[in-house]
């Protein structure tokens, strides 16, 4: 006995009636830190303090009340807490008691307690030795070998394992066995002419050497696990077919053959006699059966006891339920069914229907797992709900159809040209009057940025792609089949993320022809006007200053005659016939000039020139000048010099000219002023008046030919309309600009720009003195003929 005592995993204390201590094992001493000597024969309290508890009390009611809580006091003063058992044996051939004591973290639970715990299990448990013989099997391994557990325990794989199961078992354990670790794996085993798969989980149990003691082996049973794996994915693989094809497959057919294929497949794991899967539709109330197998309550399929079967599954729920205990339609329950199990399919708490397990008499003991059912109605849920969604598509899709069939004919009736092009211009679809309108008699070979005319292609492309819009419309010429080209106006939408680009277009080749010809017919018009007004202003350009030339000459003529004729006045007829001849002239060199320009036969006498000497010269000769009673000009520099290659005849007519009109459009005794301004690219010359100015209007086209802003009969000053456009043509050919600046009533100002250039001859810059004053002088007496003041 001293033995056992000592082998044990918790403390043992033997006292006498005195309450000696006759022995403690040594587990114990270990836990006390002391040895046999110092304890024994000592009394029991010395070692022990018992809390809410007689020790007397305990012994007096043996057996009935032996459970008591003490605490124990090391060799160290740490008290240990232990929960102790008391019982009356003997010792040694003396009566004694014996206090069992466990500590509060010791196991309470026995080795037959785990056994049980193990029997109760759904999972195959065996331990084995090394040499392969079982020492240890649960009742779930048992029954799985149709045994009892004392016909394995000392038996191998051998004796009950098909020869190449037996193998690979083997060969698994001496994996365990050679690197002492834990595997698992997942195979397919013969059992009682039946393959399951099985989930393996083998490990090692190591003695106190850490040398293997022992293999054990844990086995789950996964065959209906993959059995539903395996449906699962047929029924992904024919899900997944029906959509792409949904207007191929019939979708009712398909998937109700999908769920009658589930339940076959489940019939055999689950023992039943019989299995229906009821869909509920919610739209008429009634619940329906789609699939059954086995033997089944047929009456279900019977619409009237939907209402009934529905309010049946509410009252009792999901389960196993007793016929025998519930109350309804006996037409619906035949007698040979005692029990049913109903588990409701729902997904996302969307009712769909239950599945049935009918039981016959004498099997209600087949039942299978709640867990597993509910996995299949999950499952079963999302294929019901699929095949809903596939209807609801399915009518969906004959909708759009019957949509998109109307819009097709509409589309090819229709009498503009509607396609559909990817971002390439490649064409997806078009209608018949793309090619009967550009005569192609295919146009899937045809891109659209191809057949667009060369002119238009850039900014059509640039318009439909470079702009922060996504539709629009443009107009183009497009190739016809003929290789003619005709105007197409296009409505178009872009669609970026899928690659397209609808269009709308229309043959509007007439109506750009027809307002070609409205345009055309408009220039002939205003070509006449303007001939017709050039032809006017002319003939009186040179019928004015004619007449007064021949009125002169009468005038000397007739007074010569009649001996009247006073020298007195000879001075101021020959001014009349010279200022009139120089008008003529002036008028013929710019008809002439700017026939010359337009041509391309002008050319310039460039030499460089201080620019700033020669606008300076010409505004002197304007203020010196006899003529000049009133006028003020006001000449300002930022800079005294600045050479220039120029041709100094046109700068002195360009400012002449400025002048004249600055003259003869202001009314006001304002200064006219006249500035320059460098910088050291460029130098710009502006000639500003505080005249009548220029409307808006005119200011664009104050520069073509023939424009006068003073036009009507009743002219205030003479001129043809070409002197600005004279003007214009010299500074271009100088490379400059000229613009003008002007309000209604406050006067105009004229701004010319010219690039700084010098000429070099062999290296040096030759720079040029500006014309003679007398040449000056014919200019200004030529460029201000036509002022006129009548008295």
């Not at 204390?13 to 022995?23: D, E, H, S, T, Y």
């Not at 729920?317 to 339609?329: P, R, T, V, Y």
Request: charged share 25%; hydrophobic share 35%.
């Amino acid at each position: 006995m001293i033995k056992i005592l000592n082998s044990l995993c918790y403390s043992v204390i033997v006292i006498n009636r005195n309450k000696q201590i006759l022995f403690i094992n040594k587990f114990l001493l270990e836990l006390l830190g002391v040895n046999d000597e110092d304890v024994i024969g000592k009394n029991l309290f010395q070692i022990i303090s018992i809390t809410n508890h007689s020790f007397d009390k305990l012994i007096n009611e043996l057996p009935q009340n032996n459970k008591f809580h003490f605490y124990i006091k090391n060799k160290e003063n740490n008290f240990h807490s232990l929960w102790g058992e008391l019982i009356e044996d003997d010792f040694k051939g003396e009566n004694a008691y014996f206090i069992i004591g466990r500590r509060q973290y010791d196991k309470q639970y026995t080795k037959k307690d785990l056994e049980d715990l193990l029997d109760l299990m759904q999972v195959e448990c065996c331990i084995k030795n090394t040499n392969g013989e079982y020492i240890y099997v649960n009742q779930q391994f048992a029954d799985n070998l149709s045994c009892e557990k004392s016909e394995i325990i000392g038996k191998t794989s051998k004796d009950f394992l098909n020869k190449e199961d037996c193998h690979f078992l083997e060969k698994k354990e001496k994996i365990v066995i050679d690197k002492k670790k834990i595997i698992n794996d997942e195979n397919i085993y013969l059992t009682v002419n039946e393959k399951k798969w099985y989930s393996n989980t083998l490990g090692p149990i190591f003695d106190d050497n850490n040398n293997i003691k022992y293999i054990a082996n844990c086995k789950l049973d996964i065959t209906l696990r993959k059995f539903l794996n395996d449906i699962y994915q047929v029924a992904l693989n024919q899900i997944t077919q029906i959509t792409c094809d949904i207007g191929v497959f019939d979708t009712d057919r398909e998937y109700k053959s999908l769920i009658q294929y589930t339940i076959e497949k489940l019939m055999k794991f689950s023992k039943a006699d019989g299995i229906s899967v009821i869909y509920f539709d919610n739209k008429d109330f009634s619940l329906n059966a789609i699939a059954q197998t086995g033997e089944v309550i047929e009456e279900l399929s019977k619409q009237e006891l939907g209402r009934e079967l529905y309010e049946f599954i509410h009252k009792y729920g999901e389960g196993m339920i007793q016929l025998d205990s519930i109350k309804m339609n006996k037409k619906c329950i035949l007698d040979k069914f005692s029990v049913v199990g109903i588990y409701n399919m729902t997904l996302d708490k969307d009712y769909s229907g239950f599945i049935m397990l009918t039981y016959k008499k004498g099997h209600e003991d087949r039942c299978m797992p709640m867990n597993y059912l509910k996995t299949i109605c999950s499952y079963l849920s999302i294929n019901i709900n699929n095949w809903k969604k596939c209807k609801y598509i399915e009518a969906e899709r004959r909708k759009v159809e019957k949509i998109n069939n109307s819009l097709m004919q509409f589309i090819d009736v229709s009498e503009d040209m509607i396609a559909t092009w990817d971002l390439n211009g490649n064409p997806i679809y078009n209608n018949y009057q793309i090619s009967n309108i550009l005569g192609y008699d295919d146009i899937k070979n045809i891109n659209f940025f191809d057949i667009l005319h060369h002119e238009d292609k850039d900014q059509i492309i640039d318009t439909m792609f470079n702009s922060n819009c996504d539709f629009g419309s443009v107009t183009s010429r497009f190739r016809c089949k003929d290789n003619n080209y005709k105007w197409i106006d296009w409505n178009y939408k872009i669609l970026k993320e899928e690659n397209m680009f609808f269009s709308a277009g229309r043959d509007v080749s007439d109506r750009i022809a027809n307002e070609k010809r409205k345009l055309l017919a408009q220039q002939v018009k205003c070509i006449e006007e303007i001939k017709d007004e050039f032809i006017a202003n002319i003939t009186h350009e040179f019928r004015t200053p004619i007449n007064i030339i021949m009125s002169t000459i009468q005038l000397i003529s007739l007074n010569l005659e009649n001996n009247t004729y006073k020298l007195d006045y000879l001075h101021e007829h020959i001014k009349y016939l010279k200022t009139n001849s120089n008008r003529l002239l002036r008028l013929i060199n710019n008809l002439i000039d700017i026939t010359y320009i337009k041509n391309g036969y002008h050319e310039l006498n460039m030499k460089n020139y201080n620019i700033v000497e020669l606008v300076e010269n010409v505004c002197n000769t304007v203020i010196d000048s006899k003529e000049n009673n009133d006028m003020n000009i006001i000449f300002d520099t930022d800079c005294e010099q600045i050479i220039m290659a120029c041709d100094c005849d046109e700068i002195e007519r360009i400012i002449f000219n400025l002048l004249s009109n600055a003259v003869k459009y202001s009314f006001s005794k304002e200064p006219i002023m006249v500035s320059i301004k460098s910088t050291a690219d460029n130098v710009k010359i502006s000639v500003k008046d505080s005249g009548i100015g220029i409307p808006k209007d005119y200011l664009e086209t104050v520069f073509e030919k023939l424009t006068r802003v003073d036009n009507n009969l009743t002219r205030n000053n003479e001129g043809s309309g070409i002197g600005l456009t004279i003007v214009k043509s010299l500074v271009n050919l100088h490379n400059g600009t000229i613009d003008v600046e002007s309000e209604l009533g406050k006067g105009s100002n004229f701004i010319i720009t010219l690039p700084i250039n010098v000429i070099k001859e062999g290296g040096k810059i030759n720079i040029e003195k500006s014309c003679d004053l007398n040449n000056k002088i014919e200019k200004y007496a030529m460029e201000f003929s036509d002022i006129y003041v009548y008295n």
